[in-house]
């Protein structure tokens, strides 16, 4: 084993112990909180050595790190979730290797992803992002749509070719009502997705929780938490 084999198995190990005692501490079992991890600037060998650990899931917030790193990586029985702000102009690139999209939160992002998932014949995954700082109409500081326009945006989506409306994402915000309060705010989104299964009852996924705060998203009620530096250690810059 390589000094990053094992160091990438070790860390993987703590945050899985971390999992596991959240959702032990919240009656929850382990099996229900799928770890994503987020691969964003490291590269494709730690993926592969990611997949040779057990990891299922990555993601990456970024298309021309992302492009290349899931091309590299295709013959890994991986799933891949983009999770940063999305233009539009990335979308075909996006919709080749996604399989979920997390940060859907613009009616003129859902048309072009389901445009792009027709054209490549696949059905991609859509999240909507919840902005908890965001004000009627506006859209958050980090992108995502304020709460009163989730049921439309998700009606979208669930009425566009390609497309499959999932759940829920969000991002603990840094300002507004909410900061600082991780648990109110993920317990906030556990609230909207119940208001969401009531029309879309397949739309199941709470993607919410970081390496710093994902037991406050495990005692919510997440199903999935996306962990980047807790596995992979201090981000490299990309230069």
């Known amino acids: 084993m390589t000094d990053r084999e094992g160091e990438l198995a070790a860390n993987l190990a703590k945050v899985r112990e971390r999992i596991d005692a959240a959702c032990s501490a919240a009656g929850r079992a382990p099996e229900d909180v799928t770890l994503i991890v987020v ?10 050595i990611l997949s040779e650990l057990g990891v ?9 790190d992302a492009a290349p790193k ?4 295709s013959d890994l029985p991986l799933g891949w979730h983009f999770v940063g702000q999305l233009q539009t102009n990335k979308v075909r ?14 009616a003129r992002l859902v048309t072009a992803l389901s445009k792009e998932a027709v054209r490549a014949g696949r059905e991609v995954g859509c999240l909507i992002q919840v902005a908890l700082d965001a004000g009627s109409g506006e859209r ?5 749509v304020a709460p009163g326009g989730v049921g439309e945006l998700a009606d979208l989506v669930a009425g566009s070719p390609g497309l499959r409306i999932d759940g829920l994402m969000t991002v603990a915000p840094l300002t507004g009502e909410y900061a600082g309060r991780q648990r109110a705010a993920f317990g906030r989104l556990m609230d909207l997705s119940t208001d969401l ?16 705060d994902l037991e406050e998203a495990v005692a919510a009620g997440a199903t999935h938490v996306r962990v980047g530096t807790a596995v992979l250690g201090v981000r490299r810059g990309l230069g």
């Open 39 to 48: 691969t964003k600037t490291y590269p494709a060998s730690d993926v592969r």
């Open 56 to 64: 299922r899931h990555v993601a990456e917030n970024k298309d021309q």
């Open 70 to 73: 899931a091309a590299e990586c």
């Open 93 to 106: 690139s996006v919709v080749g290797y996604a399989d979920v999209v997390q940060s859907v939160d613009r």
């Open 140 to 144: 958050g500081e980090r992108g995502g």
């Open 197 to 212: 299964r009531r029309a879309h009852p397949a739309a199941n996924m709470v993607s919410a929780g970081m390496s710093a």
